[in-house]
Nanobody, 130 residues
């Protein structure tokens, strides 16, 4: 497992922007899939986005497509989630996650499945008010 640490959460008005960061203890390209999930109070954890770290391919939940962007820094140590045009329904604790190193390319087939990710950060709270 890798150690992951999120930062960048906060409170914004609807229509605002935030950028979440997730610093990894290992190079991000050593774990092929890294993802963002979120969990609102009283709700189940929801997949948000996944980055295939080797070539930059991305996938997004329909609820955030066109508003959120996931990428990594050029040093391959930090995963980002750029969020714009935020809505009150985006309010949640956001978690970054990584799959086991030996999962390889097959991680993409189950990119939305939380159970395949074995490393999780502590979460960053995002609150969007109307």
């Amino acid at each position: 497992q890798v150690q992951l640490a999120e930062s960048g959460g906060g409170s914004v008005m609807a229509g605002g922007s935030l950028k979440l960061s997730c610093v990894s203890s290992e190079y991000t390209h050593r774990t092929n899939c890294m993802a963002w999930f979120r969990q609102a109070p009283g709700q189940e954890r929801e997949w948000v986005a996944t980055l295939y770290t080797l070539d930059g391919t991305t996938a997004y939940a329909d609820s955030v497509k066109g508003r959120f962007t996931v990428d990594q820094d050029s040093a391959y140590r930090t995963l980002y989630l750029h969020m714009r045009n935020l809505k009150p329904e985006d309010t949640a604790m956001y978690y970054c996650a990584a799959v086991p190193r030996d999962l390889g390319r097959q991680c993409w087939a189950s990119l939305m499945r939380a159970a395949q990710y074995d490393s999780w950060g502590q979460g960053a709270l995002v609150t969007v008010s109307s």
